[in-house]
């Protein structure tokens, strides 16, 4: 299931992806909001492995998000996509290239994930957990019409805690 936005293309995330999210993994920004360090190849082929599983299991998880360039060429920018989040939820969430963020790609690759979501999944909302130094994700929640819901601690580490709500028909 491909997603396309107008400067945007996205697949779903394949094993042959290992080296291209590795490097997105070990890319300052992107470590410093997942884990703090950067990864190893093992940490980063483990994550790989539960993204895969994702789609086998639920039929939705990460995209690789590419960048259309003028000449047509595609330009790998990050992922984007969903996650399970307890019994009952599905996370959204979005990584790219530090060199790529503040330019509207993070915002822009989660809609069409959304949209997704919302058409697919018998759910009624969608979370999101942002951590509280990712400043240019924070801004984004409110105008794409997340309601801020709190602080919480997940896994050890404190995030805002959003909610998206199923539009109404």
């Known amino acids: 299931m491909n ?6 293309f996205m697949r779903p995330v394949r094993t042959w992806d290992a ?8 890319d300052p920004l992107v470590f410093k909001f997942m884990e703090g360090i950067p990864p190893t190849r093992e940490m980063s082929d483990a994550w790989l492995s539960l993204y895969l599983h994702d789609w086998e299991t639920h039929g939705y998880g990460f995209w690789m998000v590419y960048e259309r360039k003028a000449n047509g060429d595609l330009r790998f920018v990050g ?3 969903l996650r399970r989040f307890g019994e009952n939820d599905i996370q959204t969430a979005c990584f790219l290239f530090g060199a790529r963020c503040g330019q509207g790609i993070g915002p822009e690759s989660l809609q069409p994930v959304i949209e997704f979501a919302f058409a697919t999944q018998s759910i009624d909302r969608l979370v999101s957990l942002v951590r509280s130094t990712n400043i240019r994700a924070l801004k984004t929640r409110t105008p794409m019409g997340y309601s801020y819901l709190g602080p919480v601690v997940f896994d050890g580490k404190k995030y805002q805690f959003f909610e998206l709500r199923r539009p109404r028909k």
């Open 3 to 8: 997603l396309e936005t107008e400067r945007l």
């Open 19 to 26: 080296e291209a999210l590795h490097c997105l993994h070990c």
């Open 79 to 81: 992922k984007s996509g």
